[in-house]
């Protein structure tokens, strides 16, 4: 199993980055796709999450400038981050997560930072 992530970047406050996170073997579009980031000092924390029937959720730092969406055919996640901001700068981890029998399979990607500063 792999998820990769692309698209971080250093982005000026205001800007947008699309982040990518490309997923193979696991069944995509059996799998609820989250974003998660980390800032240094701090715990990791859900950004969005998109179910396996693409119902969506946002941390609410993030509603109305974020947005997650999902191609099944592609088996990628994407999320659209738009008004960036300087509290934004973290690095940013694909979550790929599927209930099954006895508990879960739970896959993370190797992260992209995203820094926000002028």
């Known amino acids: 199993v792999q998820l990769v992530e692309s698209g971080g970047d250093l982005v000026q406050p205001g800007g947008s980055l699309r982040l990518s996170c490309a997923a193979s073997?696991?069944?995509?579009?059996?799998?609820?796709m989250g974003w998660y980031r980390q800032a240094p000092g701090n715990e990791r924390e859900l950004v969005a999450a998109?179910?396996?029937?693409?119902?969506?959720n946002y941390a609410d730092s993030v509603e109305g400038r974020f947005t997650i969406s999902r191609d099944n055919a592609k088996n990628t996640v994407y999320l659209q981050m738009n008004g960036l901001k300087p509290e934004d700068t973290a690095v940013y981890y694909c979550?790929?997560?599927?209930?099954?029998?006895?508990?879960?399979?739970?896959?993370w990607g190797q992260g992209t930072q995203v820094t926000v500063s002028s």
């Open positions: 998109i179910s396996s029937g693409s119902f969506t």
């Open positions: 979550n790929a997560v599927r209930a099954v029998a006895g508990g879960s399979n739970n896959y």
């Open positions: 073997g696991i069944i995509f579009s059996a799998y609820h």
